[in-house]
């Protein structure tokens, strides 16, 4: 799947993993780690038709095409159906989850899910959520699966060891690679509530929806890009999404066959140098309320235009990014408390969120880190 067109020059490619490292000492605890854990690993085969081609960007890599270079993004009816590959993970051995990227499953019309020990499944789409790049799958086996343990992602500091398991291009299922996390919190500008992990552990293209693994045996990331200029492969900056995000979005998937956003019906800027004086603030940090939809929840906590968010959820708001990530882990109609500078004085006023409506005015993305291309 080419997402060139999103991101500016610089390539983050689907499907992760860096070079492995080299831990003498660690030898036998990456091999009991390995084994321990690969048994929840899977291998998604996404089955393709021409006429969703024509409508829908190709998903990640192909087996019969390892470069991920597809002649003809538009294929006319008549031409042979593709394949593509990927990872994923058993988050549910009773009834059959796993957990993928959206974009390994994107344009498919169905799904097969092969196990480690070569058992091969048709998989049910559960439900997919592009923005957060996670799709659920389901497969019936008849038998308890073996399942991964889900770690916390908020609890993770750099430099601790990890590895990196998946489906490098489609046909080598089971590879593990081994790395550090050497990041946290990174935004790199696939969608306005970015949260990654960094990692140098090797991924490559397959090993999207694959798992990066804790050395205690915990999954604490899902496998989703890679930062590869020009297209030059891995070269060990790659990206994770945090598992606790990933509950978060396979629950409701599970649970809605789609993920409910909640919305406060307002649109925002950051605080500019002219702010500063116009509305008394000390120093140049929160966001100023530029819109409010009408009979939004933001109306009817009685915010108003040029309010300075501060706070929301206890949690302090310096810019726009830290508004949308703070909003983005809640649930809708969850009540929290939003506190704002209103003519120099600091108010705390609650707020309930509501089914974010796509016509309703968003909080728009922030613009840090703008790396030129993104393709698979």
């Given at each position: 799947?080419?997402?060139?067109?999103?991101?500016?020059?610089?390539?983050?490619i689907f499907a992760l993993a860096a070079p492995s490292s080299a831990f003498a000492h660690?030898?036998?605890?990456?091999?009991?780690?390995?084994?321990?854990?690969?048994?929840?690993?899977?291998?998604?085969?996404?089955?393709?038709?021409?006429?969703?081609i024509a409508t829908k960007s190709a998903p990640e890599s192909s087996p019969k095409d390892?470069?991920?270079?597809?002649?003809?993004?538009?294929?006319?009816?008549?031409?042979?159906?593709?394949?593509?590959?990927g990872s994923g993970i058993i988050i549910d051995g009773d009834n059959g989850y796993i957990?993928?990227?959206?974009?390994?499953?994107?344009?498919?019309?169905?799904?097969?899910?092969?196990?480690?020990?070569?058992?091969?499944?048709?998989?049910?789409?559960?439900?997919?959520?592009?923005?957060?790049?996670?799709?659920?799958?389901?497969?019936?086996?008849?038998?308890?699966?073996?399942?991964?343990?889900?770690?916390?992602?908020?609890?993770?500091?750099?430099?601790?060891?990890?590895?990196?398991?998946?489906?490098?291009?489609?046909?080598?299922?089971?590879?593990?690679?081994?790395?550090?996390?050497?990041?946290?919190?990174?935004?790199?500008?696939?969608?306005?509530?970015?949260?990654?992990?960094?990692?140098?552990?090797?991924?490559?293209?397959?090993?999207?929806?694959?798992?990066?693994?804790?050395?205690?045996?915990?999954?604490?990331?899902?496998?989703?890009?890679?930062?590869?200029?020009?297209?030059?492969?891995?070269?060990?900056?790659?990206?994770?999404?945090?598992?606790?995000?990933?509950?978060?979005?396979?629950?409701?998937?599970?649970?809605?066959?789609?993920?409910?956003?909640?919305?406060?019906?307002?649109?925002?800027?950051?605080?500019?140098?002219?702010?500063?004086?116009?509305?008394?603030?000390?120093?140049?940090?929160?966001?100023?309320?530029?819109?409010?939809?009408?009979?939004?929840?933001?109306?009817?906590?009685?915010?108003?235009?040029?309010?300075?968010?501060?706070?929301?959820?206890?949690?302090?708001?310096?810019?726009?990014?830290?508004?949308?990530?703070?909003?983005?882990?809640?649930?809708?109609?969850?009540?929290?408390?939003?506190?704002?500078?209103?003519?120099?004085?600091?108010?705390?006023?609650?707020?309930?969120?509501?089914?974010?409506?796509?016509?309703?005015?968003?909080?728009?993305?922030?613009?840090?880190?703008?790396?030129?291309?993104?393709?698979?």
């Amino acid at each position: 799947m080419k997402l060139t067109a999103r991101l500016g020059s610089l390539a983050l490619i689907f499907a992760l993993a860096a070079p492995s490292s080299a831990f003498a000492h660690h030898k036998e605890d990456i091999a009991d780690l390995a084994e321990k854990v690969l048994p929840a690993i899977v291998s998604v085969i996404t089955h393709i038709t021409p006429k969703n081609i024509a409508t829908k960007s190709a998903p990640e890599s192909s087996p019969k095409d390892p470069s991920n270079e597809l002649p003809d993004k538009t294929l006319k009816p008549q031409e042979t159906p593709l394949t593509s590959g990927g990872s994923g993970i058993i988050i549910d051995g009773d009834n059959g989850y796993i957990v993928t990227n959206s974009h390994v499953t994107q344009a498919g019309d169905k799904y097969t899910v092969v196990l480690q020990n070569g058992e091969t499944f048709e998989a049910k789409m559960v439900g997919t959520d592009e923005r957060g790049d996670i799709t659920v799958l389901q497969v019936n086996t008849g038998y308890k699966l073996p399942e991964a343990s889900l770690g916390n992602s908020d609890n993770l500091r750099v430099g601790e060891h990890v590895i990196a398991v998946g489906n490098p291009f489609a046909h080598l299922p089971g590879s593990v690679s081994v790395g550090i996390i050497s990041g946290l919190h990174r935004n790199i500008n696939i969608n306005p509530t970015d949260d990654f992990i960094q990692t140098d552990a090797a991924i490559n293209s397959g090993n999207s929806g694959g798992p990066l693994y804790n050395f205690h045996g915990e999954a604490i990331g899902i496998n989703t890009a890679i930062y590869s200029p020009m297209n030059s492969g891995s070269i060990g900056i790659n990206f994770a999404i945090p598992i606790n995000i990933v509950k978060d979005i396979a629950t409701q998937l599970i649970k809605y066959g789609e993920v409910h956003r909640g919305g406060l019906g307002i649109v925002v800027t950051d605080i500019m140098d002219e702010h500063v004086e116009k509305l008394k603030l000390k120093k140049a940090e929160g966001v100023v309320i530029a819109q409010i939809v009408n009979g939004s929840p933001a109306a009817k906590a009685g915010l108003n235009i040029n309010d300075v968010i501060l706070g929301f959820n206890d949690n302090p708001v310096k810019n726009t990014r830290d508004l949308v990530l703070a909003l983005s882990k809640l649930e809708t109609e969850q009540s929290v408390n939003i506190t704002v500078l209103r003519n120099g004085k600091e108010i705390t006023l609650p707020i309930t969120i509501e089914m974010k409506k796509e016509n309703a005015a968003h909080v728009p993305p922030p613009s840090s880190f703008q790396p030129p291309a993104l393709s698979n």
